[in-house]
């Protein structure tokens, strides 16, 4: 007769799941020796449970199907809870296995005793707990389907000695084909009525727009319309898209920023965007959200359509109006072509002796990549050089934890990235505080032989923090990195290692580090002092910078402004 373990790793089998992220804790043992019974369902040993569902929720992210780890109890299902966090924001489909003290101890204060159906609640769609044998077959069934139905995370809590017991179960098939919700006649014709009216549309485009790029063009052409992107749809929207004007938010530029303060009509399709102070004032708003929890969350919306992008985008096509002006698209894509201009500019070698300018990094690195690389950045300026300077073309994905806005994603994503895509290259962009927050996790490249990139921004710095202390008026403290040399630490471990120092040596570094038949870590030293400046400089961010200055000057470090100012002369006159 089958134990509990054995029912769970045969209906993942049955559904598709090809590897479980995790490491092994004697809770977990009646489950990893099924695994070790069942080649078809890997188990991937990471060195920190919290790469274990980074690594499920880039998985996820990627493919749209269930991932899945596991973590033994107390300490080691808790490690999950930072990637749990990630996927459920990101709104990825993930089963989380959490393993339980045994039955007969719960509620006495044992040994690594939690509850986890308390802890893992606010991060998960579906958080319930094995309390007899015949129960874990419905309850397996029930978290598959919350996790893919709701896409996000379900987590699945078995106490150990449960996991070992007999139960009369068959393995069962759990799939869930994708759907599209349709919007109501009526919230089609109150948007119509409102974009006819419009005269200068604005499209947010968000990543509810996957999959529907071809009546995304088609709905800028009939409305002339610019696009402004998020991060999170750079991939989706930004590619063959004579309409593009880029990103706007603290990480976006001054394009995207003037296209949805110029509009009068703004039509937001499927976006969570989440800064109000990057919206208008004066324009009306259009939302289209598939969940109807969303619309009005982050600015006032005068018509708010339910239903997912691409039916409602093909439902409003042949009744809107055409033979509209393209002024207001000229003008923006115009601005568009001097902002990208300005930007790919700063994207050059550094002067003789000075560290690397990062944008000059990551164009290099997009110029060298597969057409089809997957990339990730760390949280931070990786995010911020990303976006402004990686060109994306509809095979190219660019994932991260852009909604949780957690450090050391970078790496832990890649890993399953890496692990659902064997023959594809995955690029990590990493940031020096975001690789060694999870340093171990370049030991399990090594064990699973996984060919990951991993380029390190090193400017021995929490740079974005840094950035966020100058515009508040904060003289830097605390954000200093003493590294090591990267590289040396990749050779140590088995990943092959690479360091840069100077803009000269980079590009047959880049091409030498890509080519790698196996993992690979590239260490360049980049700027500290650049400035990654937003679209748009409020007055009390320049006042914050104001202040900053004076105290850094006051505080006997005066030697950081002539830096800042040598490093971002190109940017600032």
């Known amino acids: 007769m089958p134990t509990i373990s054995d029912v769970i790793a045969d209906t993942l089998i049955a559904s598709g799941v090809r590897r479980v992220y995790g490491i092994p804790g004697d809770s977990l043992n009646g489950f990893t020796d099924a695994l070790r019974t069942r080649p078809e369902l890997a188990w991937v040993h990471v060195r920190h449970e919290e790469a274990a569902a980074f690594a499920a929720s880039a998985e996820a992210g990627l493919t749209g199907e269930l991932a899945v780890c596991a973590g033994s109890c107390g300490p080691g299902n808790l490690h999950l809870i930072n990637g749990l966090y990630d996927a459920n924001r990101s709104r990825v489909p993930v089963l989380a296995i959490a393993a339980q003290i045994p039955t007969a101890e719960i509620g006495s204060n044992f040994f690594q005793e939690t509850h986890p159906r308390e802890l893992f609640r606010e991060c998960s769609v579906f958080a319930e707990e094995v309390t007899h044998a015949e129960q874990m077959p419905r309850l397996l069934r029930i978290a598959m389907r919350e996790a893919l139905g709701k896409r996000g995370v379900a987590v699945l809590i078995v106490p150990g000695d449960l996991g070992t017991t007999s139960v009369e179960a068959e393995p069962e098939r759990v799939v869930q084909p994708g759907s599209e919700v349709v919007p109501a006649d009526e919230s089609v014709a109150a948007a119509l009525e409102t974009l006819n009216a419009g005269s200068k549309v604005t ?33 989706h929207v930004e590619y063959d898209n004579p309409y593009d004007v880029g990103l706007t938010g603290l990480i976006g530029f001054s394009s995207g920023y003037r296209a949805m303060e110029a509009c009068d009509t703004l039509l937001m399709l499927g976006t969570d965007f989440p800064y109000q102070q990057f919206f208008p004032t004066a324009a009306t708003v259009i939302q289209v959200d598939e969940r109807g929890s969303q619309l009005g969350r982050r600015t006032k919306v005068h018509t708010a359509v339910v239903g997912s992008v691409r039916p409602t985008v093909a439902a409003l096509l042949p009744r809107l109006v055409g033979g509209r ?89 890649a890993i399953g990235a890496q692990s659902a895509y064997p023959g594809r290259q995955v690029i990590a962009l990493a940031g020096d505080g975001g690789l ?99 679209p748009t400089v409020t007055a009390e961010q320049a006042k914050g910078f104001a202040l900053f200055a004076i105290r850094t000057v006051m505080s006997g470090r005066g030697t950081e402004l002539v830096d800042l100012a040598r490093t971002n002369m190109r940017q600032i006159f």
Not at 343 to 348: K, N, R, S, Y
Not at 458 to 466: A, P, R
């Open 203 to 235: 499209i947010l485009a968000g990543a509810g727009c996957a999959g529907a790029h071809d009546e995304l063009m088609q709905l800028a052409e009939l409305l002339q319309a610019p696009i402004v992107h998020t991060v999170r749809s750079k991939d």
């Open 325 to 413: 002006s393209s002024k207001h698209l000229d003008a923006m894509t115009k601005h568009y072509a001097r902002a990208r201009k300005d930007l790919d500019e700063l994207a050059t070698p550094s002067r003789r002796g000075a560290a690397v300018h990062p944008q000059y990094l990551t164009r290099l690195l997009d110029e060298a990549a597969d057409d089809d690389a997957i990339f990730i950045p760390d949280v931070g300026s990786p995010v911020v050089w990303a976006a402004r300077h990686l060109h994306m073309n509809g095979a190219r994905r660019l994932i991260g934890s852009f909604n949780h806005g957690s450090m050391a994603n970078a790496l832990t994503q």
């Open 436 to 534: 060694a927050m999870l340093l171990g996790e370049l030991i399990t490249l090594a064990q699973q032989q996984l060919p990951v990139k991993v380029v390190v921004y090193d400017n021995s710095s929490l740079n974005f923090v840094e950035l966020e202390m100058k515009a508040a008026g904060f003289v830097n403290f605390g954000t200093q990195l003493d590294n090591p040399d990267f590289a040396k630490v990749g050779d140590a471990l088995g990943v092959r290692g690479w360091r840069v120092e100077r803009s000269k040596d980079l590009p047959g570094a880049v091409t030498e580090f890509l080519a790698h038949d196996g993992p690979a870590i590239l260490d360049v030293v980049t700027a500290r002092q650049e400035l990654s400046i937003p």
